[in-house]
């Protein structure tokens, strides 16, 4: 008998662990949380879809939240 996964490689979004509910809902969580600044420019560590396309466009959103936070404070002056 074949192994499935040896003739089809499983979904990856790297940096984020991907999950099926039972429900046949898809999430991804992100490996790494993220910094305080893009956590509070509202990046989420944990999002869902309904298909892998939809949840890697998702993930893409939260990973420009939070690059666009960083960038934001690399001009700041703190004292």
């Known amino acids: 008998m074949n192994d499935v ?3 089809h490689p499983e979904p990856t979004i790297p940096g984020w662990r991907l999950i099926l509910s ?3 809902r898809l999430w ?3 490996e790494e949380p993220f910094c305080a600044l893009a956590f509070h420019a509202g990046a989420e560590r944990t ?4 298909s892998l ?3 890697r466009v998702e ?3 939260q990973e420009t939240i939070a690059k666009q936070a960083r960038e934001q404070a690399a001009g700041w002056v703190i004292s």
């Not at 999002?47 to 309904?50: F, G």
């Open 28 to 30: 991804a969580s992100r």
């Open 47 to 50: 999002v869902d879809a309904d």
């Open 59 to 61: 993930t893409d959103r």
């Open 5 to 7: 996964r040896s003739t």
């Open 22 to 24: 039972d429900a046949g």
């Open 53 to 55: 396309e939809a949840l």
